[in-house]
């Protein structure tokens, strides 16, 4: 029987299609003799749930990126085309000026002043026209009750792209403001120290680099691809969530415990595989599964983090400054979850992200979820 070329080259074709597919796969099983780390436990769904332990407490957002409880239980939530909501005895909704809300990019991170009760000092990432085309920057304001004043630039010039623009904003235990940057699309930034993108980046609150930054400059951490979350546990460490890679080679999004100074490995290494000088992830999702993973917040031992793609509200138990267990809870319930926060009443609050084109949204959409986090321990 003769064989026609062309369906030898078709033949080759496939084996090389399917072997690039599953080349990270191979990778660690024959290499490392590691597998996929298992599918999250399935957790608590809203029909588990009794009156007043789950409650939608604002409905009709749109593309609510970071949400912050006032000291007098009112919301402040910001929505990625450029508006900062307030959610008090009546709804307010304020344009930030001069956001640029193109691709995933807009008003993003927020974050309050520790000294907000005396000083209504409030921080916002978001994207906008700089002097040399795009890029992230961010801003101080005073809070008023019903607006915002005293706009004043702490840190820019920040690259951006339409896509991977981190932008989340925390102070930590050391009084200090902690900024995701994103490699705005381009790796080689991440590995690059001299760039903004890719960092994890620490400075005062008026944007001056601290003494005992690692390098001496804005960089508290490197190499990382699209973090979005940041938290501290009770003892003082600091966590991360961060984007795996996208496209047609989807999942390995981690889980990763920050050190001054440590390079987190984007784009060099990911998943399992292991390189001299660089941090591998606590846990990553796999190749096969997507988290999508947003913002995250610590409450009784456990990191609670918003998943997009995996719409979930995920809950890593930790255990000896490890990840125990992964559990997916609501999944399905909500859509696509991005804030967590914990309030001042000890309450958990997470957005839904329904309405940024990446997943269906229903009547209500987007909406604000106040959770009761004695649920995750019956």
């Not at 660089?278 to 796999?286: K, R």
């Not at 009784?300 to 793609?309: E, K, P, Q, T, Y």
């Amino acid at each position: 029987m003769k064989i026609r070329p062309l369906r030898i080259v078709l033949a080759v074709a496939v084996v090389v299609l399917v072997a690039y597919v599953l080349r990270d796969r191979l990778f660690r099983v024959f290499i490392f003799g590691q597998q996929t780390p298992p599918v999250p436990l399935t957790g608590l769904s809203l029909a588990d749930t009794a009156p007043g332990d789950v409650r939608i407490i604002a409905e009709n957002l749109e593309i609510p990126w970071q949400l912050a409880v006032l000291p007098d239980g009112s919301l402040l939530v910001t929505e990625r085309r450029g508006r900062l909501v307030h959610l008090g005895s009546v709804r307010r909704t304020l344009e930030v000026p001069g956001v640029r809300h193109v691709g995933e990019g807009g008003l993003m991170g927020m974050a309050l002043d520790p000294d907000f009760a005396a000083n209504q000092r409030l921080y916002l990432c978001l994207t906008a026209d700089g002097a040399s085309g795009l890029e992230n920057r961010v801003e101080r304001y005073r809070w008023t009750g019903a607006g915002i004043t005293e706009r004043a630039v702490i840190l820019d010039r920040i690259p951006a792209a339409q896509f991977h623009d981190g932008c989340g904003l925390a102070f930590g235990p050391d009084g200090l403001l902690y900024i995701t940057t994103g490699d705005a699309t381009d790796g080689a930034l991440a590995q690059d120290r001299t760039s903004l993108a890719g960092k994890i980046l620490r400075v005062t609150a008026g944007g001056e680099i601290p003494l005992d930054n690692p390098f001496g400059t804005h960089v508290y951490s490197w190499g990382h691809r699209n973090a979005q979350g940041l938290a501290w546990d009770d003892g003082g460490r600091l966590w991360s969530t961060e984007h795996g890679r996208s496209g047609l080679e989807s999942g390995l999004d981690e889980i990763n415990r920050i050190e001054p100074g440590r390079n987190y490995g984007w784009p060099v290494m990911q998943g399992d595989r292991t390189r001299d000088g660089m941090a591998a992830p606590l846990m990553h999702s796999g190749p096969d599964y997507t988290w999508a993973p947003a913002g995250v917040a610590y409450r009784d031992g456990s990191l609670f983090f918003g998943g997009l793609r995996g719409a979930a509200l995920y809950e890593a138990r930790l255990e000896d400054d490890e990840v125990a267990a992964l559990i997916a809870h609501f999944y399905g319930d909500f859509g696509r979850i991005r804030a967590v926060t914990v309030g001042p009443d000890g309450m958990l609050y997470f957005t839904t992200s329904n309405r940024d084109a990446r997943g269906p949204a229903t009547q209500g959409d987007d909406r604000i979820v106040r959770v009761n986090p004695a649920l995750f321990r019956r």
